[in-house]
């Protein structure tokens, strides 16, 4: 069945065309404009399928919107489906409290683990992602998990460190220092 349609195209529709084909930030929009002019040149819509690796059946159709709606009409229009969970505000709360330590949020552990960062949230917005799912918003959003640094300097003993930190400087001086083998720390000798 031969279907009868003019692809011919006025000068300012083809000068349209090879500016978009040349300069539109769209891909697809690129490619179907090649797949227009083409259309055009004479080649039959069997033939530009083929050159453009497509079924003629699209061809028809992006040809059917080119009428329709000019270039606007190649572009890809919005999809439905189901809209994100993590929305714009879920990203600033979780932003929010990436930014503040757990014991402001009134936790008494120190560090913010994913289970911990994704019962927060759904505490504060209602919202609860599956761990893969959330993964894929820090990701998006330019996080990047790195283990903690074990800090301990709350349990050690700060005369003692003071008094290593003094051996150390005697030491590197080259003065003579007595050192017992039974213990890591001592007394400087008494000059």
């Not at 819509?45 to 079924?55: G, S």
């Not at 270039?71 to 919005?78: H, V």
């Not at 460190?161 to 007394?187: C, D, H, M, P, Y």
Request: net charge positive.
């Amino acid at each position: 069945m031969s279907r009868r349609v003019d692809f011919t195209l006025t000068d300012e529709q083809l000068e349209e065309v090879e500016e978009a084909i040349n300069s539109s930030p769209h891909p697809e929009v690129r490619q179907r404009a090649i797949a227009i002019r083409l259309l055009h040149k004479g080649y039959k819509p069997e033939q530009v399928a083929d050159l453009v690796a497509i079924t003629a059946n699209t061809i028809w159709m992006w040809h059917r919107h080119w009428r329709e709606g000019g270039l606007s009409g190649l572009q890809d229009q919005p999809r439905s489906g189901r809209p994100r969970k993590a929305t714009s505000e879920y990203c600033q709360v979780l932003e929010a409290t990436l930014n503040s330590e757990p014991a402001e949020q009134g936790y008494s552990f120190t560090v913010w683990t994913m289970d911990r960062l994704r019962d927060h949230l759904e505490k504060q917005t209602g919202i609860r992602l599956s761990r893969t799912r959330f993964a894929m918003v820090m990701e998006r959003e330019g996080y990047v998990y790195r283990r903690p640094k074990r800090d301990l300097a709350s349990k050690q003993d700060k005369t003692a460190k003071q008094q290593a930190a003094e051996l150390i400087e005697e030491l590197k001086k080259g003065r003579n220092v007595v050192i017992s083998s039974f213990s890591l720390w001592t007394k400087q000798p008494s000059a």
